[in-house]
T-cell receptor, first 113, second 114 residues
Framework: GDSVTQMEGPVTLSEEAFLTINCTYT??????LFWYVQYPGEGLQLLLK?????DKGSNKGFEATYRKETTSFHLEKGSVQVSDSAVYFC????????????FGKGTKLTVNP | NAGVTQTPKFRILKIGQSMTLQCTQD?????MYWYRQDPGMGLKLIYY???????DKGEVPNGYNVSRSTTEDFPLRLELAAPSQTSVYFC?????????????FGPGTRLTVT
């Protein structure tokens, strides 16, 4: 079945450092890809998405590019802030009628001032 | 819009008790989902619904039941609580935007079974 693998955490960075969180997927067909963010004590929020190969999703300074040749959707940000501290989930949606999401295990990011 | 709301926020159950987790959305979304999130793990799909009167099992349905009598509400029922059901439960609903599908999540219910 479909699956998502993302880098193990936790990740600890200093403010203004560069962030990369790796995400690879296994799926048949052409899934849509998502990054969700979960701030402490809250539910998940959609951060960005891409629906086809070579699409780049971006939001709040975060970017990720849908790479079909490497089945990857790595999350990047050039300069992280303390407020970016959260858990980040990579996910894919299948092409079936229910459009269920399959999630990675999440990567906890802590940014220190 | 309130979005997706869940009640209660926290609950402690004894083994064998039952309870219903409530979920309501005011966005007129047809698709709704229940997930559980265990520590250090991603979200696992319990049940989902593609519209009022239609529900289907997800990856981890055992020990749970759902119903969908209206578009707005999608309650999750635990009949005989077990310690393995200690988790954080999230309800979500789906928005359609062209060919991409975004899910909107509620704030979660933290359940402890002792």
């Amino acid at each position: 079945g479909d699956s998502v693998t993302q880098m193990e955490g936790p990740v600890t960075l200093s403010e203004e450092a560069f962030l990369t969180i790796n995400c690879t997927y296994t799926a048949t067909g052409y899934p849509s890809l998502f990054w969700y963010v979960q701030y402490p004590g809250e539910g998940l929020q959609l951060l960005l998405k891409a629906t086809k190969a070579d699409d780049k999703g971006s939001n709040k300074g975060f970017e990720a590019t849908y790479r079909k040749e490497t089945t990857s959707f790595h999350l990047e940000k050039g300069s992280v802030q303390v407020s970016d501290s959260a858990v980040y989930f990579c996910a894919l949606s299948d092409e079936g009628g229910s459009e269920k999401l399959v999630f990675g295990k999440g990567t906890k990011l802590t940014v220190n001032p | 819009n309130a979005g997706v709301t869940q009640t209660p926020k926290f609950r402690i159950l004894k083994i064998g008790q039952s309870m219903t987790l409530q979920c309501t959305q005011d966005m007129n979304h047809n698709y709704m989902y229940w997930y559980r999130q265990d520590p250090g793990m991603g979200l696992k799909l319990i049940y989902y619904s593609v519209g009022a009167g239609i529900t289907d099992k997800g990856e981890v349905p055992n020990g749970y039941n759902v119903s969908r009598s209206t578009t707005e509400d999608f309650p999750l029922r635990l009949e005989l609580a077990a310690p393995s059901q200690t988790s954080v439960y999230f309800c979500a609903s789906r928005r359609e935007t062209g060919t991409s599908y975004e899910q909107y999540f509620g704030p979660g219910t933290r359940l402890t079974v002792t």
